[in-house]
């Protein structure tokens, strides 16, 4: 007799700790199903990843600097040219109707470090209140990775998402506060109905990038898993049928991908996640960040790999730069400005930005266009009042200059900047500037020069000690679970004519990344200070080694508004350990939020320098990322 006794599969991944038992709500039967069906896409993610590290000590060793593509050769993973998605012989996606108007979206993340439900829902509150056209909930840079954050972000969502009664009590709360803000600033309440403004912004979600492990889930055995599938499994999984019997879209923002055979890895990866939730192929909309420099070699390329899926490219700031820096850390010759100077306007970052606009403004064969979603306004409206009316003049100035340039809307990091910076986008009318006429993009080896344009631009030591400053508070900050942090140089501490500005994991980078280069590079400084320092003076070991205690201690002597007490004797020295470790040693670390994470829930120096002496020998060794987490 036949036995029809039903045999479930082994687990091929792990969950750590009571953490199946505690979050039931995220790691739903269906959550970890559709993670389990994913399981064979992290060999390759791995495999790309080797390869990034691989393709990056070749360009150390040869000198040698970013190039476009062969027209001749096949994309990656798929049956794409170069050539043929360059001329838009492909298949694109529509825009979906939520997506046609996204003047403005707003970015941070749905938890808070150490925070109750109901805490971490005001985020979420403030986000679908704010009037953004979208609010990117993130899971990557501006998401603290302490403790359990990144399933409460997934929880809290999840809760939104289907308004559970928690939420809408939370909401009703909110509602009334940001009125109240509103009363004060414009003159007018913002809010006339809070239950019917939930549903005016698209809700869309950022995955943590290919780069990255998971801190909760593993292989069996004990490897890192993606924290990519991870966030993308359990996002997709738990909220696509309320999402979309609600009308809405599925939609996720992808960060930090270098390549179009990156691209096409998360497209098949999207693809296979569809197919599994019986999904039409296509469903799953997804925005790519264009935060590295080889993806501005590969913009053609990276929405052909991504076909139905792909809906527009986000211009992003600060980790671009840090990406230009990186690829450029074997030139001597390559060494960038303050890093006030480096706007979008700038050398490089314009080259960058108008290939962005002429890539989203091909046709593919059916004629569809893409988006194009300006940059971040990092500028919060707290402050004295001049502070705040020029900060909020510099924000409309940089919103106006990318309306004209071709952008359909851009991001701002703070709800209080919706209703300051949405009237450019109003003014003009349009719901988005799909079809504007640029020229089709070029792949010269002028064009190829372009992308690393330097331009003259201040070096001073001003600059150095901003970037010092505002790279040990982050580093402070992540530890302490805030991954996105109101900051600014300890010098303007108490001013109030100079405001906070909103950082995020990519401004760390990047003010290491230029801080290293300066060391390195002997960069020369190009105005006289009054510590002695002459115009044309190298920026030396000495002269950072001294800078960086003198901007230590004054954060040690700042109150708690802007340095936490408890930091101090805890997180604070690691970060300034972290700080020092990668700026003064010769080799160049790919990813400083790396330093960060395996110190994450660790509060001991001694601790903290074996682990980052730990990271540091492996990859020197051999190109090894330690990212894994150390405390599974």
Request: proline share 4%; glycine share 8%; aromatic share 8%.
């Amino acid at each position: 007799m036949e036995s029809t006794e039903v045999t479930t599969p082994a687990r091929r991944i792990e969950i750590r700790a009571s953490l199946e038992r505690d979050y039931p709500d995220v790691f739903t039967p269906a959550a970890i199903a559709a993670l389990e069906h994913l399981v064979p896409f992290d060999t390759d993610r791995k495999a790309v990843m080797a390869a990034r590290i691989e393709r990056r000590q070749a360009r150390a060793a040869r000198r040698q600097r970013l190039a476009f593509l062969d027209p001749g050769s096949r994309i990656a993973r798929t049956a794409i040219t170069v050539r043929d998605a360059r001329d838009g012989n492909f298949i694109g996606s529509e825009i979906p109707s939520d997506l046609q108007r996204q003047w403005i979206q707003g970015t941070g993340p749905a938890a808070r470090p150490h925070a109750s439900v109901e805490t971490g829902l005001r985020n979420v509150a403030y986000a679908l209140l704010s009037g953004a056209d979208g609010w990117m909930f993130d899971g990557e840079d501006a998401l603290g990775q302490v403790s359990t954050m990144s399933l409460d972000n997934q929880r809290n969502l999840k809760q939104a998402i289907n308004r559970d009664p928690v939420f809408l009590t939370v909401a009703e709360q909110v509602a009334a506060e940001m009125n109240r803000w509103a009363m004060g600033f414009f003159k007018r309440a913002i809010i006339a109905d809070w239950r019917t403004q939930l549903d005016f912004t698209t809700r869309m979600f950022r995955p943590r990038g290919l780069h990255l492990d998971d801190r909760h889930v593993r292989h069996i055995g004990g490897e890192g898993f993606s924290a990519a599938i991870v966030d993308a499994a359990l996002y997709i999984a738990n909220n696509h049928r309320k999402l979309r019997d609600s009308g809405a879209s599925i939609v996720l923002y992808l960060p930090k991908i270098q390549t179009a055979e990156e691209a096409a890895l998360w497209n098949d990866i999207l693809s296979a996640l569809e197919q599994h939730l019986g999904l039409p192929a296509g469903t799953v909309k997804a925005y790519v960040l264009v935060e590295q420099i080889e993806a501005c070699f590969q913009l053609m390329e990276i929405r052909a790999a991504l076909g139905l899926h792909f809906v527009g490219f986000n211009t992003g700031r600060w980790d671009y730069i840090n990406s230009v820096s990186d690829a450029m850390a074997w030139d001597p010759a390559f060494v960038n400005p303050n890093i006030d100077a480096i706007t979008m306007t700038y050398g490089y970052m314009r080259i960058y930005e108008d290939r962005v606009r002429r890539a989203v403004n091909t046709p593919d064969l059916k004629g569809r266009l893409a988006l194009w979603q300006g940059g971040m306004e990092p500028n919060i409206p707290v402050g004295s009042e001049a502070g705040v009316a020029a900060g909020m003049t510099r924000a409309l100035a940089g919103a106006e200059r990318e309306q004209r340039e071709g952008a359909s809307g851009k991001w701002v990091a703070h709800w209080k900047m919706v209703h300051i910076v949405r009237p450019v986008w109003e003014k003009a009318g349009q719901p988005n500037q799909l079809g504007r006429a640029f020229p089709p993009l070029n792949y010269t080896q002028e064009d190829a020069a372009g992308l690393t344009l330097l331009e003259p631009a201040p070096r001073t030591v001003r600059g150095a000690r901003d970037l010092l400053s505002v790279a040990l508070q982050y580093g402070n900050a992540f530890l302490q679970g805030l991954q996105a942090a109101a900051l600014k140089p300890a010098d303007f501490f108490g001013n109030d004519d100079v405001l906070y500005l909103m950082e995020d994991m990519a401004t760390g980078e990047i003010r290491l990344s230029i801080l290293w280069e300066w060391l390195h590079k002997n960069a020369a400084l190009t105005a006289d200070d009054e510590i002695g320092v002459k115009s044309g003076d190298a920026f030396s070991r000495g002269l950072c080694t001294r800078l960086l205690a003198e901007e230590y201690e004054k954060l040690l002597k700042a109150g708690n508004r802007d340095v936490h007490e408890v930091s101090k004797s805890t997180t604070l020295p690691i970060a300034r350990e972290i700080v020092e470790t990668y700026v003064m040693d010769p080799m160049k670390l790919p990813w400083y939020i790396d330093l960060l994470n395996i110190n994450l829930g660790n509060h001991g120096l001694a601790e903290a320098k074996r682990r980052i002496a730990l990271l540091a020998d492996a990859f020197r060794a051999d190109g090894t990322r330690i990212t894994a987490n150390l405390d599974f």
